[in-house]
């Protein structure tokens, strides 16, 4: 079953030329919602380098971890894109689909709707998520110069937790492990600073994995 009537958040439009798919099993926890959003890339956007996908705490119906992606606007769209998505993530996956335009479409369990609405519009709205995969991600492994970071990947902004930095520091990189947040429309490095000229990602270590994820 296909509805628009959702009213959990304001409507929100995608980026031109992208769509914006949120997505939910009700998640507690993270590394769950990181399986599902494996999956999501996957299925719609495996081989497009400008794929965005995130994960999002939201609060409905309850707090949980919901997951979104944003991808460039070909192939199917509307129902024939939320139906495709709904048998291949099966039919307990609540899902919200964004653009080209406002918010047009939800599919899946009543109580999941509006966290898979919330993830998709905070996405849309590059408000809030923490990131999984940006473009350019792949590059961000050992001892980088900033401004190499800014220039290589999709991270826009740098911001240090523990203080200033200087602009001719590095960011050392340890596992290719780099999740950017989603925030006040930039996506942002939250970084830490072990030295006078080294920063380091704010959050360091893998989550626990297992095969194919």
């Given at each position: 079953m296909i509805d628009t009537a959702v009213p959990a958040v304001p409507l929100a439009a995608a980026p031109a030329g992208r769509r914006v798919v949120g997505a939910t099993r009700l998640d507690a926890d993270a590394h769950d919602a990181e399986h599902l959003l494996a999956d999501l890339v996957r299925v719609v956007a495996a081989n497009d380098p400008s794929v965005v996908a995130c994960t999002h705490?939201?609060?409905?119906?309850?707090?949980?971890?919901?997951?979104?992606?944003?991808?460039a606007?070909?192939?199917?769209?509307?129902?024939?894109?939320?139906?495709?998505?709904?048998?291949?993530?099966?039919?307990?996956?609540?899902?919200?689909?964004?653009?080209?335009?406002?918010?047009?479409?939800?599919?899946?369990?009543?109580?999941?709707?509006?966290g898979a609405r919330e993830a998709a519009v905070e996405h849309a709205t590059r408000s809030e998520g923490k990131v999984v995969?940006?473009?350019?991600?792949?590059?961000?492994?050992?001892?980088?110069?900033?401004?190499?970071v800014l220039t290589a990947s999709?991270?826009?902004?740098?911001?240090?937790?523990?203080?200033?930095?200087?602009?001719?520091?590095t960011l050392r990189v340890v596992g290719g492990f780099v999740r950017p947040r989603l925030r006040a429309g930039a996506m942002v490095l939250h970084c830490s600073s072990p030295g006078p000229r080294e920063l380091v990602p704010w959050e360091m270590e893998n989550p626990p994995q297992c095969g194919g994820h």
């Open positions: 705490l939201v609060s409905s119906p309850w707090r949980h971890v919901a997951v979104s992606v944003s991808f606007a070909a192939g199917p769209a509307g129902p024939e894109l939320v139906a495709g998505l709904a048998a291949a993530l099966g039919e307990d996956v609540a899902l919200a689909a964004i653009g080209p335009g406002p918010v047009t479409l939800h599919r899946g369990p009543d109580q999941g709707r509006r995969v940006f473009p350019g991600q792949q590059a961000l492994v050992g001892e980088l110069p900033l401004a190499e999709a991270v826009e902004q740098i911001e240090c937790l523990s203080g200033a930095y200087e602009p001719d520091s």
